[in-house]
C-alpha cells in the first residue's frame, strides 16, 4: 500500500515473483564455421558490415528509398518487369508461403512438382488454405519433361502449378522451359522456387512466364536468412486483387504489403508492418555485390567451380547424385559409398575442419551428402578445402578410393 493507503499501481510494481534471478551467460561467441551445406552459407563480409549500420525508421524517406533499389535490383538478379517484386520480412518459407497464401482460393486445384522434399511442403500450405492439391511425382533427384507437365496440366486442368526450380533436397535443376506458356494456355498461374537458384543459376522469370517465385537469400545471395524475395506477375497480381474473399493470412497478405511497399496509385503508403531494417540492409547489398559482379560472370563462377568440384570428387571415388544434364552448380548432391556412416563423416568434418556440409533428407537420408559452393563460397579454394575434408573424413573409415 501507499502511504494514501491506496493501491501502488502495478506499473510501479518492480517485485520479481517469477524469475528472481537474471540469468549471466557471457558475451556471445559462436564458432567460426565454413558453411558448405546447403544452406545457410557463409555471408559476405560487406553484407555483415552492412547489416552493423545504424538503423532508420522502416517509414523513413531514406529507408522507402531503399527498399525501391532492393526492388529494381531483385526483377535484375531474377531477370524480369514485375512492378511488385519484393522482399517479404521472413526467411524463405515465407516467401513460399507468401506465395500459396495470396494465389489459392478455396477449391482451386494445385498441382506439384514432387520430386524432393519441398514439393511435398508446398502441398502442406496448399491444402491449409483450401486447395485441391494433386501430386506430380518423380523419384528424387530427377525432374520432370515437357512432355509430362503438359500431360499433367491437360489432364487436371490446375488453377495453379508449382514446380521447383531448383531442389536444395536433392541437386535437381527443373527446366522452366516453355512451362510457362503451357500454363497460360491452360488458365493456369506457374509458381517456381527459386531459392537456391537466385543468383547462382540463370533464372528468365519473364522470357520462361514464370508469374510468382519466390527465393531465399541466405544460398547464392550470401546474405544471412531473414528476408526473402518475392514477385508476382500481372497476371498473379490479377488473381490476387480479384479474390472472392480476404487471404486468410493477415502477416501475408500481399494486397496488404503493396501498399506500404508499393503505395497505391503513386499516393501515400500506409504502414503494415514493421520491416526488419538491419536484414534490409544485408539484402540491399547482397544484391548490390550481384549487380557489380554481374549475372553473366556470376553464372558463369558458380558453374566453373561447380565443373572443378565435381571433377576433384571423381578423383577420390565419389560419384554425384544428379546426372550433370540437370545438375545444380549452386549445391551438389554426393552419393555416400557403400559402408560409410554419412553422419559419422559430416560429424568428423565439423569437428576437425570447423566445416559444416549437409546430410541427405527425406527419401535421401543416409544417402546422399548436400554440399553448397554457393555465393562468397563459390570459390575454388573452398571447393579444393572440401575435398580435403571428405578425402580425409573417408580415410578415417577406410574407405578412400583415389583414382590415378
Known sequence: MAANGKAESPMYDYTLDA?????????????????????????????????????????????????????????????????????????GSAAMEACVANLVEAGDKM????????????????????????????PWGEVFTYEEIKAAVEEHKPKILCLVHAETSTGACQPLEGVGQLCHDNDCLLIADCVTSISGVP?????????????????????????????????????LMGRRDKVKN???DMSLVAMYLVGSGGGARSYHHTAPISMCYAIREALNIACEEGLEARWKRHREVAEFFWAELEKIGLECHVSKEYRLPSLTTIKVPEGVDAKKLTKYV????????????????????????????????????????????????????VKA
Open 203 to 239: 533464372c528468365h522469370l519473364d522470357k520462361w512466364g514464370v508469374d510468382a517465385a519466390y527465393a531465399g537469400t541466405q544460398k547464392c545471395l550470401s546474405c544471412p536468412p531473414g528476408v526473402s524475395p518475392l514477385t508476382f506477375s500481372q497476371r498473379a497480381m490479377d488473381k
Open 350 to 401: 565439423l569437428d576437425k575442419y570447423q566445416m559444416e556440409i549437409g546430410n541427405g533428407l527425406g527419401d535421401l537420408a543416409g544417402k546422399v551428402w548436400r554440399i553448397g559452393l554457393m555465393g562468397y563460397n563459390s570459390r575454388f579454394d573452398v571447393a579444393m578445402t572440401v575435398v580435403a575434408a571428405l578425402k580425409d573424413g573417408l580415410a578415417q573409415q577406410g574407405k578412400l578410393s
Open 111 to 138: 498441382l506439384v512438382g514432387c520430386n524432393g522434399y519441398f514439393g511435398p511442403r508446398l502441398i502442406d500450405m496448399g491444402e491449409r488454405y483450401g486447395a485441391e492439391c494433386i501430386e506430380m511425382k518423380k
Open 250 to 252: 493477415w502477416y501475408l
Open 19 to 91: 524469475v528472481a534471478d537474471a540469468p549471466s551467460k557471457g558475451v556471445l561467441d559462436p564458432p567460426t564455421r565454413l558453411l558448405c551445406g546447403p544452406g545457410p552459407g557463409n555471408a559476405h563480409p560487406r553484407v555483415l558490415s552492412a547489416m552493423s549500420l545504424p538503423e532508420i525508421g522502416h517509414l523513413d524517406p531514406a529507408f522507402l528509398s531503399m527498399m525501391e533499389d532492393i526492388k529494381e535490383m531483385l526483377r535484375y538478379v531474377w531477370q524480369t518487369n514485375n512492378a511488385f517484386t519484393v522482399p517479404v520480412s521472413g526467411t
